[in-house]
């Protein structure tokens, strides 16, 4: 037997509250694995976003800085 047919079977056997208390629960289980995914994919939308933006910068000569570069002017 299948988990869903358990489900299924214990459901039936509750009084009607009950079962729309169960109902309410499936449902907020689905809201979040929804919200879940979006927020998923909005992760890797966003990676994708800043590895194309970074793309090619590795390659990119770094300045190099010497002691007199960090030390602060007041004027």
């Given at each position: 037997?299948?988990?869903?047919?358990?489900?299924?079977?214990a459901l039936q056997q509750?009084?009607?509250?009950?079962?729309?208390?169960?109902?309410?629960?499936?449902?907020?289980?689905?809201?979040?694995?929804?919200?879940?995914?979006?927020?998923?994919?909005?992760?890797?939308?966003?990676?994708?976003?800043?590895?194309?933006?970074?793309?090619?910068?590795?390659?990119?000569?770094?300045?190099?800085?010497?002691?007199?570069?960090?030390?602060?002017?007041?004027?």
């Amino acid at each position: 037997m299948t988990v869903a047919e358990q489900v299924v079977q214990a459901l039936q056997q509750l009084p009607e509250p009950l079962q729309f208390k169960v109902l309410d629960f499936v449902e907020y289980l689905l809201a979040k694995a929804q919200g879940q995914a979006a927020q998923d994919d909005e992760h890797t939308w966003s990676n994708l976003s800043l590895s194309l933006a970074m793309r090619g910068m590795e390659i990119e000569p770094t300045p190099e800085y010497t002691a007199e570069d960090m030390k602060e002017v007041f004027a």
